[in-house]
């Protein structure tokens, strides 16, 4: 059964961050259902929607409440009928959504991995000892401090413009985004090394946009259908059980990817502590169906082999 379609007079609303890549994200989910049901963009309205996390710069996100302040404001106008979806970095999703909210729609994931940024150098190894990163990622601070611990950590918050500004005035000799973003902005120009995932395993459900919808609303329902990437939504299941069991939040170090391959489902999960003194690591292979399983059962391995409290230990970055 056709839905009843949105028109120029009674357009979808769709709720979105403000940042350039938030807007980027929103317009392709709309370029994406007008395309599916041959409908003008007039259809649809782009609601910008400020949250919490934006507003705030100066202060890491384990500061102030952690992801859900991306989130926050936006799931309030959706539960109120403002507006009709909401886009999300699926990376910044909770996950867990709010009662009478559900998120089951999936575009194509984009690039997974992280760019290493900088007009000087092209790689990790490249950093002189003692050489100043900026990040504003707890699991990207945690995993080069593993890796390099004589790097000095600054936090960098801002979207992806106000980093790059950053980098050009000297603040740091590098700093790390998502190819994903970069990618989807077109930033064809900005100095990036795509980083191998067997280097920096990426954040959980990097690359993917998530849409996400009030549970009742039956018509959205069926025209989001129309749009959902079912390897998407096959990939995230496993790494969001994987986080779910973490209990993952933006103040734990926490990595994860599944990937397919025809019918088998290969999923790798890391946990670090926040300073890079300690990780743990793991993996799982078996069917596609079986991926959210996988993921719980790979998290509890790495709960286990963490030991007790590997969690309750907190740090802060210099903020630049």
């Not at 979808?12 to 317009?27: D, E, F, H, M, V």
């Not at 940024?117 to 990622?137: C, D």
């Not at 690591?281 to 959210?292: E, F, L, N, V």
Request: hydrophobic content about 40%; some cysteine.
């Amino acid at each position: 059964m056709t839905p009843d379609l949105p028109s120029p007079d009674a357009p979808l609303k769709i709720g979105t961050r403000g940042s350039p890549l938030a807007l980027a994200q929103a317009n392709e989910t709309r370029d994406r259902l007008a395309q599916a049901f041959n409908l003008p963009h007039e259809a649809f309205t782009i609601v910008v929607i400020k949250t919490t996390g934006d507003r705030i710069i100066d202060r890491p996100l384990k500061e102030i409440g952690g992801k859900g302040l991306f989130t926050r404001e936006i799931e309030e106008q959706l539960l109120s009928g403002g507006i009709d979806i909401a886009v999300h970095s699926m990376k910044d999703m909770p996950v867990l959504q709010p009662d009478g909210l559900t998120l089951d729609t999936y575009l194509p994931r984009e690039d997974v991995r992280d760019a290493f940024i900088s007009p000087t150098h092209s790689g990790i190894a490249e950093l002189a000892s003692g050489a100043v990163v900026g990040t504003s990622s707890l699991r990207r601070r945690a995993q080069l401090l593993h890796r390099r611990p004589d790097l000095q950590v600054v936090e960098f918050r801002g979207n992806m413009q106000t980093r790059l500004k950053k980098l050009d005035d000297g603040v740091a000799s590098c700093t790390f985004l998502a190819m994903a973003g970069l990618n989807r902005m077109k930033m064809d120009d900005v100095p990036k090394t795509a980083i191998d995932t067997t280097e920096m395993l990426p954040a959980v459900a990097q690359g993917a946009i998530g849409i996400e919808r009030r549970l009742n609303d039956g018509r959205t329902a069926q025209m989001l259908a129309a749009i959902h990437d079912r390897p998407t939504g096959q990939r995230l299941a496993a790494e969001r059980a994987f986080l779910a069991t973490l209990d993952g939040s933006c103040e734990t170090p926490i990595a994860g990817l599944a990937e397919l391959d025809g019918d088998t489902l290969h999923l790798r999960g890391e946990v670090l502590r926040p300073d890079g003194s300690a990780a743990h690591s793991g993996h799982r292979s078996g069917p596609i169906s079986d991926g959210a399983s996988m993921g719980s059962d790979l998290a509890q391995e790495l709960l286990t082999r963490a030991g007790p409290g590997f969690f309750d230990w907190h740090t802060g970055a210099p903020k630049v």
